[in-house]
C-alpha cells in the first residue's frame, strides 16, 4: 500500500534530488503540487516524496530502510541488500561524496562581488601594465596550524601482531605563507611556544630559512604580523618593485590590524569579506596543501632513515 509521506519525512535523512534518473523521475503533471515520483526501479509511484527535497544527506542505510518500506506486503520478499545497492548506484551514476566542508557554509554573494570589485580595480588603476605584470604585483598570505612530529595512522604489521595505540602529539605550530600569484614567494614565518627550541640550539636563528617568533599559545597575533610585515614583506617588495604600487589580500582575521594600510602608501591591503577565504583565497587553493605534502613527505623520509640507523633506541620516533 501506499507510504504514508509525513512518516518519511520524520524517518528518513536524503534527499530525492539525489534520486535522479533512472532510478527516480518526477511524473509530469500540471497540478502535481505535492511532488509525485516514480520509482523506475520496480514502476511504483510514490506521491508526497517531494517534501524531502530539502534534505541533504542520504545515508546507504537509510536508503535501504526506505526501499524495503515501500515494497512491504509484497509477494516475493526485497532484501535491498549490500550488492544490489551497489548495483544501483554503479548503474545510475550515484557517488559518495563528503558533505561537510568550509566551501558549503562560506558567503558567496559576498565572495562574487569583491572579485567583481577587484578586477575593477586591476582594469582601472593597473591598466597601463602588462597582464604578466598585474601577477607579479597581487600577493595573498595565509596562516595555518600544523601538527609536527605527527605519525601515520595506519601501518602495514603482521596479522598476529597486537597493536597499541598512542595518542597523537598536539604539539603544533602557526605557519604563514605568501606569494605573488606570478610565484615571487616570501620568507614563511613560523610562530613555536619555544624561545628557542632544542632542534636550533647549535643553530644562529638568523640561518633559519623562516622566521621564527615565539607566542605562549603559537597564535598569530597583530603585534606578530605587523613586525613580520614590517621586517619582511615592506622589504621584499620594495626590493623587487621600487615605486610601484602592489595589492596584498589576506583575510580578515583579528591578527590582521587595518593599521597596515598606514605603513606604507604604495602597499595597498585589501581583506577578503568575512566567511569567503575557502572559496576566494589564493593559497587555500592547494598552495598550502601541497606545501603541507612536501614537507610531510621529507620528514618521513629523514624520520625513517633515522629509525633504521638506530635500532639500539627505545623510542627512536621521540628522540627524532
Not at 208 to 231: G, K, R
Not at 294 to 310: D, E, I, P, S
Request: glycine fraction near 4%; proline fraction near 5%; charge should be neutral.
Amino acid at each position: 500500500g501506499e507510504y504514508d509521506s509525513e512518516q518519511i519525512t520524520a524517518e528518513m535523512t536524503y534527499s530525492v534530488t539525489a534520486v535522479s534518473k533512472p532510478v527516480v523521475e518526477e511524473v509530469e503533471d500540471s497540478n502535481n503540487n505535492n511532488g509525485e515520483f516514480k520509482c523506475m526501479e520496480c514502476n511504483r509511484t510514490y506521491k508526497d516524496a517531494g517534501n524531502l527535497k530539502n534534505h541533504q544527506f542520504v545515508h546507504r542505510n537509510d536508503f535501504k530502510m526506505w526501499t524495503r518500506k515501500v515494497h512491504e506486503g509484497d509477494t516475493n520478499i526485497f532484501l535491498a541488500s549490500n550488492g544490489w545497492l551497489n548495483r544501483l548506484t554503479k548503474r545510475s551514476d550515484f557517488k559518495s561524496k563528503i558533505m561537510y566542508g568550509e566551501k558549503g557554509s562560506a558567503d558567496e554573494p559576498a565572495a562574487q562581488a569583491f572579485v567583481k570589485a577587484f578586477y575593477q580595480t586591476l582594469l582601472t588603476d593597473f591598466k597601463h601594465l602588462s597582464y604578466g605584470k598585474v601577477l607579479e604585483i597581487v600577493m595573498n598570505f595565509d596562516e595555518f596550524g600544523w601538527i609536527i612530529k605527527i605519525l601515520p595512522k595506519r601501518s602495514y604489521l603482521h596479522s598476529d601482531t597486537p597493536v597499541k595505540a598512542k595518542k597523537p602529539t598536539k604539539a603544533r605550530v602557526t605557519v604563514l605563507i605568501g606569494c605573488s600569484a606570478a610565484g615571487l614567494k616570501f620568507k614563511p614565518l613560523v610562530i613555536g611556544k619555544s624561545i628557542r627550541p632544542l632542534c636550533f640550539r647549535s643553530m644562529n636563528m638568523a640561518d633559519l630559512p623562516v622566521h621564527y617568533y615565539h607566542q605562549d599559545s603559537a597564535w598569530m597575533s597583530s603585534e606578530l604580523f605587523t613586525d613580520y610585515f614590517n621586517e619582511e614583506i615592506v622589504p621584499t617588495i620594495k626590493k623587487n618593485f621600487p615605486q610601484q604600487r602592489v595589492i596584498v589580500t589576506m583575510d580578515n582575521a583579528t591578527c590582521h590590524p587595518p593599521t597596515l594600510n598606514d605603513i606604507d602608501d604604495l602597499i595597498d591591503v585589501q581583506f577578503l569579506p568575512p566567511n569567503t577565504t575557502s572559496l576566494i583565497q589564493p593559497c587555500d587553493q592547494q598552495v598550502i596543501f601541497s606545501l603541507k605534502s612536501r614537507v610531510r613527505n621529507v620528514y618521513f623520509t629523514k624520520l625513517l632513515t633515522y629509525v633504521r640507523t638506530h635500532p639500539e633506541a627505545d623510542n627512536p620516533y621521540q628522540d627524532f
